[in-house]
């Protein structure tokens, strides 16, 4: 069975997402046979992939899936994918993160950048959802502009794409590249899928602030080195679904050839999808967690 797309009802030409899979560092459409356990134990020694969904759980906390290679050195990664946040009775601030690039292949390794957040506050009907990005934890969150937005509303699928420039090494150690970090990270809500835009809702460029590919104490490290996606139920972090995640080193190969969808067009159901940053199976219209029990 195919996915579900949710009501659509924005104010922009949404897209799905079909893409040039030979070109891709990762496609995923959660589209696997239900019910299936795909992860269900912590962490404990080992990389606990899935072999046949190639998702991992890493320490316990939600699921990584790594790309073929990592992207650093001066290149650059664009991570698609369609996102739904749900409707909340009390304000989420927000201030963990949802998704992010995780820097090293190690399953033990807690390194994550590239961080993408987002608050809600029911409080304003049609306009409940902030972004913000952020490149590391030494690094402020940067906040879509709080007076001018653009705010987004819950409850409807929004085409997001985050943009991240994996910069060069600076110097011979640490203490040289201080100062000299520059990495750049861009997020688009709702763009124009035919072009990259001119200008990103959100721009985050910080030179005290360190990269993901960087002078550690002896030694180089770090990449975009996989995709992070965070439980909402591990800190501040709104109820959300994901679908249709193409992550590749253009705009081109992460958009493909679109296809539009018309406004308040729904799209059939779906076999398996991420809700609540879990995944959820579905199957004679029935859903089912990750250890194969009936919700």
Known sequence: MRKLFFLIV?????????????????????????????????????DNLDAVTG????????????????ICD??????????????????????DFMLSL?????????????RLYAKVDPNYAGEEISFGIQKLSDCNIQ??????GPFFPVDQTLLIVMKYYVGAIYGNNADEEIGHFDDKMYLYVNPDPSAEPASADITLID??????????TTRIFGSARGLYLRSADQGSIPPYTIDGIRVGRTWEEVMGVTEGI???????????????????????AKRYNLLGTEL
């Not at 906040?143 to 001018?148: I, Y």
């Not at 018309?262 to 004679?284: A, C, F, R, W």
């Open 143 to 148: 906040w879509v502009n709080g007076q001018t």
């Open 207 to 216: 030179a005290n602030a360190k990269d993901i590919y960087r002078w550690g």
């Open 55 to 70: 998702w991992s759980t890493e320490a316990g906390q939600s699921v990584f899936k790594l790309f073929p290679e990592g």
């Open 10 to 46: 924005c104010a922009f030409a949404c897209a799905t997402l079909s893409a040039q899979t030979t070109e891709l560092l990762l496609e995923e459409d959660f589209e696997y046979d239900a019910p299936r356990v795909l992860i269900s134990d912590p962490i404990d020694g080992s």
């Open 102 to 114: 995780k820097m090293e292949p190690q399953a033990d390794s807690w390194n994550w950048g590239g």
């Open 262 to 284: 018309d406004q308040l067009q729904t799209i059939s159901t779906t076999s398996k999808s991420i809700e609540n940053g879990q995944i959820v199976i579905y199957k004679n």
């Open 74 to 95: 001066g290149k650059t990664v664009y991570v698609a994918f369609l996102l739904k946040i749900a409707p909340v009775a009390e304000e989420i601030t927000g201030g």
